[in-house]
Structures are given as structure tokens and as C-alpha cells.
């Protein structure tokens, strides 16, 4: 197939004529729109395949490939007619699939593997040659445009736009395979436009339908192969398992999956002797096992189940309560909640899929548990259920997601604005006066996961009012979990009998409550040493000296770092780094310092696109301003640092990073296509005033997106629309109102200052994602906001701008 495919590419390239304007414009609007369709999609191919979706590496690598698609322009201007690069883009999409199916990279074994350092370069280059064909005909087309290179850069922008909107259609009706082939086939009508050669044409249509027939049904070989290490495939390998049901939407894809092994009840008391109940399987992009668990919530095998797991004691605490339970999951936490009497149980659906099967396949295999008059589903998120003005006795956490090790912050990217202090906070309004929050987490050595979910409790609280927090909270563990009780009001000693009851009737340890003796400590799931409670009572102390302290990270995460698997200190690396290829971690365990490598290779990639045509134009004695060009790096730098973080803002109120991230760029594209569009009518002095705008959107969005959370998704995508069009306008003028001066630098600068600020978004997208990481989603925004600001006043005293202005500006 690729012998063919390289002889088809050569054979084009020398038929390709010269097409019309319109037609350049036409086939520039389909490969943008094919550009950007690939980028969302491979970010969920990543999510299935890998254990994260790395959007920011994906955008990072396309810019990086639009900016090499510019050098070679400026070195080798004839190398590929447009109608060759075109189809050269098409190529570059089969070659990543090919790629990342047939030579997947394993992050697993790179530290004792050395090949896997080869797979990764050409992981990486594969990823970014769509991109490199992409941006030679972009860069092509706006250097022959001239002054009027802002008509092809609107067109390049808008045509973007609409590809987020095929990405998100296309994933929502066919699988990510499917969806893949679906933007291949779409992809070729592009050299069609530019070509326009009559033999040449019928292979491509002939090659287009060839692929479109994989949409409609994907051949088993080219389904996508995930890590062999995710959940999924390892429970694939269970004797007697059978896979029974895949679907997706295009935030997740589900699959489920029968076998006898599975048992899964983390948390589950030692003591307990009773039956276990069948469990079918779930995963969500290979993660899991979330078991549908088949039993009646009525019966009595249901009743021994609830009262044997440590989250059970809220029920004691406070019975007939009225339940709110967010990220529900498969359902597992209702049923203790049915089952342990609770009077009205609500819960949120983040995953509608999962519900949708809970209410139609399933149901009769789980009782109708989300038919029950008791149970009521909520159409929001975890967050925007809690904007409601309900109250509640009990607010259930439960232990939603699997096991983590975060000894060396390899999860450090995943978002989570469920376990944010500004989430507690909300959930601690909505609790009646005597309501307690539940959360269960998983137990790891040293502790973390748990001890971080303590201290934020504590914060929330000291937010809250409440000076002595000491007096509102309670955690027990069991072998593996633990559960952590916070209340607004104190907890009072008939709640301290009634727990030590149930602590010695199921074999749980206390970890901490007040009043609590030492004999009681560490009594049934003995540890050789009992940091737990140790730990947990220093943080009531002092919860500011145990964070400074603690060799991992364990600072609360907010809605601004919502990163709470972020564990990464600097003071870990000596340990991570004699740690590498000895746990079983993604990159050996070295996580965080992955991204500071990957930081290095693509600064040092994107000095060698920038070095080579730099230094053949100024030996062929054309001088350029230095300010000139630092003008596109800092535009460039700019437009990540504010569409990254939005990126994760905007995965609050969409739920999904694939959606969020759809919006966030058809958003920015389109209207940023508008402002490159009034280029020519505004003035150097409206633009330096209107800049600045972009700092109001850091600071207005929080709010916004907290009132738009109980609305509904067509209103959620308009009125963020509206309030993100004028940020997208804005900065969609610096590069476009920069190109109308090239000229006046010199002849054949665009590729050069395009190479320029492909590099420097390529660097700037790697460099966001540890700024807001370690500093703060809205920092990162004002430090964007802050570039173009200094672009434009870098430019304009540089006198640049103000030597020669362009007719009609």
C-alpha cells in the first residue's frame, strides 16, 4: 500500500499544473479542515491507545510541522508543486496511523528498551509530516498573496473552524478508526483543486472511495491496537473473558466485557463471608474495570454487601438520608446506597453512555437500580449539579477511578475538577447542617492520594468559616482504601460510639477522629508502621508545614491547578531518576521530567527551522530587523499560551478534553479568520488599545463558566461562543497585520517569519502545560495575554510598522 502510495505521490507531482486563485483558496479551506479534524482525532486515538489524550504535544507538533513546512519553502522553493504537497498531507495521514497502530510506542519499557527511543522520534516525526505538506502549501499561498495574505489567512483560519466541527460530528456518529479514514478520503478532493490533471484525478477519486469504504466497515487488522498495559487488554487476557459491547461518542468509547475472575469490591471488609455477586466489566478508553454489579438492591445479599465497606458508616451516621452521589460510575455506589436505606438518592451523569446502558441493556441484569422511585438522575456534571439550591445529608466521593501510583508525578496531567478545594467548598454549601461529605480514596505508601484529599478537606473547612477543624472530620481505612468524613458542623460523641461500633464490627482502623486512643490504632489491617495517622494529625496542626515538608506534592489542587494527581517535587529527582526502569510507571516513572525533555527537543528542533533559513537570507545580503522577527515569535508564543490554558478551563464546563478541546479551536480559528479578515481596516494605534482586552478574558472566565454549568450544552456553546469571540479576534490580528509588512523587510520573508512562529508555538505549547501545571491556569493566560502585548509595543517603538503602511490601512 505505501509502494503504491509513493509511486502515486511522485507520479502527481509531476502532473500538477497551476490551478486558479478560487481553487487555491478552495483546496486551502479542505486541508485546514482535514488539519484540524486530525489533531482532535488523534488526541482521542492517544486517550484509547496511551494513558492520556496529549493535546498539548499533539498542537505543539503540528505547529512545529507548519513552521518546518516554511523553512523548506524558503530553502528549497520548488521542491513540491502545491498539487504534490497536497497529496504529500494525505500521505502524512496514513503514515501516522500506520505508525501508531503497527509500531506503537511503549512508554512502559523506553528506560530498558532502547529501540522504543527510535519508535518515539518516529512517533514524532510521522506525527508531525501532515503537518510539514500542510504548512509548505500555507506558506506557499500566503508569500504569492503578498500584501493580501490576510484573504488566505482567514481562509486557512475558517477552514480550521469548520474542521473541529467535523471532528466532533464525525466522532459522535462512527468510531475513532472509522473517523480517521473518514478525514483521509476527505483530504484528497484538496489535490484535486490544485492540480486539476485528468489521469491523476481518477486515482485519487478511485484511492478517495477505497478509503471511504474503510469508514463504513473497519477490517479487524486496522482497529487500533491500545498498550498492553492498559486495564483492558491485561483483563482481555483472563481465562473465559468475552468482549459483549463497544460503543463511543466522541468524548469516550466503552467497552464491555464477561468473565468469571472479576471481582472487584475495593474496600471491602476482611471479615466479610457473604456471597459475591456477578460483575459484568466496563472501561472507559481501556481504563477500569468498573463493575456492573448484578444484584438486587433489595435483597439480602445487597444489605450484608453495603454494611461491609467502610463509606457504609455515613449511612449509620446519618440514616434515611436524602444522597447525593457525583461520579456514580457504574452505578456500584447507588447500590450501597439503596441498599444501606438511604430516603432519596441523586446522582450526576458525567458519562451518559454509561447511564444510557444502566437504564436500557443493563437494567434488568442490575434490578432497574437507576429505574428506582428513590433514584433520580441528574442531566449535569459533578460541578453543575452542585450549583443547584438543594441540600443534602450525605455528598458521596466515591472511589471513582483505578489505582495510580504517584510517587513521580506520571499522571501529573490528567484534570480533575471533581477533587478540587473549590468543589469541597461548593459541596460543603450544600450539605443540611448535620450533612457529612464522603470521599474514599485509594491507600499508597507514603501515603498521598489520601493525605492530599485530607488537607484540601482541611482548607475547604478553614475556607468555610471554621477554625477548628480538628472537630468536623473523620478518616478510616481498610486494607486498601480510605474514607474520609468532613461535616459543617462538629461531629458529636454519639457519632464517635457509633463509629467505633461499626469499626469493630467490620474490622476497619480508625485513622483519625477526635478523641481517638492509641490502642485503637492500626488494630485489624495492621502496617508495620501507622503513617497514616501520624501524617493526618500533623496536617490538623500545621497543614501549611506537612504540604512545605512532605517529600511529595500534596498542595491542594484548585480550580485554577487542577491537577491533583500532580505528586512531582523538584526535590524527588535524585530518586526518580535512580528509580527509572524499576517501576511500573509510564516512562519509567520519570513523568514530569519527561515534559522538561520534551521541552529541550523541541526547542532544539525548532532552533535548527528557525538557524538554516535565517542564515541563508542574511548571506544572500538581505538584513531583517531583529525586532521584526521577534515580533512572530512572540505572536506565536502568545496564541498557545492563551488557547492551552483555555484548553483546560473549558474542560470544566464541557466534561471531555476532546470536546473542550473542538470548541476551544473552532472558537479561536473562526474568529480569529474575522480579525485576520478587518486586518486591513485597523489602525496601529486600535490594535496596541484593544490588546489588552485579552487579560479581561483570564480574569472573567472562572466566573462564567460556573454560571454556565447547569445550562444546557446548546447554551453552554453559545454564550461561551460570545464571550470568547472578541479574544479570538484579537488574536487573530498580530500575525496577519505582521504579514502586511513584510515586504517592506524584504522579498521572501513570509516563510521565514511563518517558520518562525511554527517554531516558537511548538515550544510554547510543551512550555503551557508545565505553566499551568506549577503556576496556574489564569497565570499562564495573563503571560500570553502579556506576549502579544509585547509584540505589538516591541514592533511599533522598533519604528518597523510606522515607516511603511500599507495602502487602505
Sequence with gaps: ????????????????????????????????????????????????????????????????????????????????????????????????????????????????????????????????????????????????????????????????????????????????????FLIFSLSLPAAWFLGRTHRISIKLLVLAACFFALVLLVPSGLILQISPYKALSQFRLQPGTSEILQTSDAGSRVNILESPSLHSYPGLSLQYSGELPTQTALFLDGEGPYPITAVDPDSETAGELADSFPGSAAYLLRPDADTLILQPGTGFEVLLAVASGADRITISTPEEQVSDLLLGRFAAATSSLYDRPEVTIVPHSDRGTLQSSQLYDLIIFPLSEPYHPVTSGAFSLSENYTLTVNTMVEALGHLEDQGILVFSRWLGTPPGDSLKTWIMLIQALEETGI????????????????????????????????????LNDKGFDPIYFKGVRENELNHFNQLPEDSYHRFFTAALQDSRETTQNYPLNISPADDNQPFFYHFFRWRQTPEVVRSLGKVWQPFGGSGYLVLLLLLGVLVLFSLVLIGIPLGKYRSAGSPVSRSFLLYFALVGAGFMLVEIPLLQQFTLLFDKPSLALSFILFTLLLASGIGSWFVPRLTNNLVLFALPLLL???????????????????????????????????????????????????????????????????VSGVLAALLTLDFGITQTLYSGAGAYILAVVLISRAGSFKQARPQGS
Design 1 to 180: 500500500m505505501m509502494g503504491k502510495l509513493k509511486k502515486l505521490y511522485f507520479l502527481y507531482n509531476e502532473c500538477m499544473k497551476t490551478s486558479s486563485p478560487r481553487q487555491d483558496l478552495a483546496a486551502m479551506g479542505i486541508l485546514s479542515a482535514c488539519s484540524l479534524a486530525f489533531e482532535i482525532i488523534i488526541t482521542r486515538l492517544f486517550a484509547l491507545q496511551q494513558f492520556h489524550h496529549f493535546a498539548f504535544l499533539v498542537i505543539s507538533l503540528a505547529v512545529l510541522g507548519i513552521g518546518a513546512g516554511g523553512t523548506f519553502l524558503s530553502l528549497f522553493p520548488t521542491l513540491f508543486s502545491s498539487g504534490g504537497a497536497a497529496l504529500g498531507f494525505s500521505s502524512g495521514l496514513v503514515l501516522t496511523y500506520a505508525v501508531i497502530n503497527f509500531a506503537p510506542f511503549d512508554s512502559y519499557a523506553v528506560v530498558w528498551e532502547p529501540r522504543q527511543a527510535g519508535i518515539l522520534l518516529l512517533t514524532l516525526l510521522a506525527l508531525s509530516s501532515p503537518f510539514f505538506f500542510y504548512g509548505w502549501i500555507v506558506s506557499s499561498m500566503l508569500d504569492r498573496a503578498g500584501e493580501k495574505a490576510y484573504i488566505p489567512y482567514a481562509v486557512n483560519l475558517g477552514g480550521s473552524s469548520l474542521g473541529c466541527l467535523l471532528a466532533v460530528g464525525s466522532l459522535s456518529l462512527l468510531s475513532e478508526e472509522a473517523a480517521f
Design 467 to 502: 477554625t477548628q477543624p480538628e472537630f468536623h472530620l473523620i478518616a478510616l481505612r481498610s486494607m486498601r482504601t480510605a474514607t474520609l468524613l468532613a461535616s459543617p458542623t462538629p461531629f458529636t460523641e454519639m457519632d464517635f460510639s457509633t463509629l467505633r461500633a461499626f
Design 696 to 762: 479581561l478574558s483570564a480574569v472573567a472566565l472562572p466566573g462564567l463558566i460556573r454560571l454556565l454549568l447547569v445550562r444546557s450544552l446548546f447554551e453552554k456553546v453559545l454564550w461561551s461562543f460570545l464571550v470568547l469571540l472578541p479574544t479570538g479576534f484579537l488574536m487573530g490580528i498580530p500575525f496577519s497585520w505582521g504579514l502586511r509588512y513584510c515586504e517592506h523587510e524584504g522579498s521572501g520573508l513570509i516563510p521565514l517569519v511563518f517558520a518562525i512562529n511554527g517554531a516558537s508555538s511548538a
